[in-house]
């Protein structure tokens, strides 16, 4: 390890769960922050962790998806775990006029959460 380096273990939220939970709360949780939409933040998490044109992305036993499971299933999944986990915060959000960090007014954000949770709900219920 570099010795310049510092890591830091966050013991907030210590679970077992598939990574959709914790790209969730951090989409959630960082939205008047965040510069880009979570669709974009989402495909520069993939892109970070070198998973697009991996072998095995996509496959629950293969290659990166034995780290991750199914890609496709775990962006559904934080779409519709973000949406239960603040989307109470969210609408508090659009009653107050709140804008997101990329410019959005938190109702259409609310707006964008439901339609994304809906779709993934259909594809996986």
Same mark, same amino acid.
């Given at each position: 390890?570099?010795?310049?380096?510092?890591?830091?273990?966050?013991?907030?939220?210590?679970? @077992?769960?598939?990574?959709?939970?914790?790209?969730?709360?951090?989409?959630?949780?960082?939205?008047?922050?965040?510069?880009?939409?979570?669709?974009?933040?989402?495909? @520069?998490?993939?892109?970070?962790?070198?998973?697009?044109?991996?072998?095995?992305?996509?496959?629950?036993?293969?290659?990166?998806?034995?780290?991750?499971?199914?890609?496709?299933?775990?962006?559904?999944?934080?779409?519709?775990?973000?949406?239960?986990?603040?989307?109470?915060?969210?609408?508090?959000?659009?009653?107050?006029?709140?804008?997101?960090?990329?410019?959005?007014?938190? %109702?259409?954000?609310?707006?964008?959460?439901?339609?994304?949770?809906?779709?993934? %709900?259909?594809? @996986?219920?």
């Amino acid at each position: 390890m570099d010795e310049d380096r510092v890591g830091f273990i966050d013991w907030q939220m210590t679970l @077992r769960a598939p990574v959709a939970v914790e790209l969730a709360w951090f989409l959630v949780s960082n939205v008047a922050i965040l510069p880009e939409d979570p669709d974009a933040i989402l495909d @520069r998490y993939r892109d970070a962790i070198g998973l697009r044109g991996l072998p095995g992305v996509g496959r629950p036993n293969g290659g990166a998806g034995r780290v991750l499971g199914d890609w496709d299933a775990q962006g559904d999944l934080t779409w519709i775990v973000g949406l239960l986990l603040r989307g109470w915060r969210k609408g508090l959000d659009a009653e107050a006029g709140v804008a997101t960090g990329w410019g959005a007014t938190a %109702s259409d954000d609310l707006a964008w959460w439901c339609r994304r949770a809906v779709e993934a %709900s259909d594809r @996986r219920l």
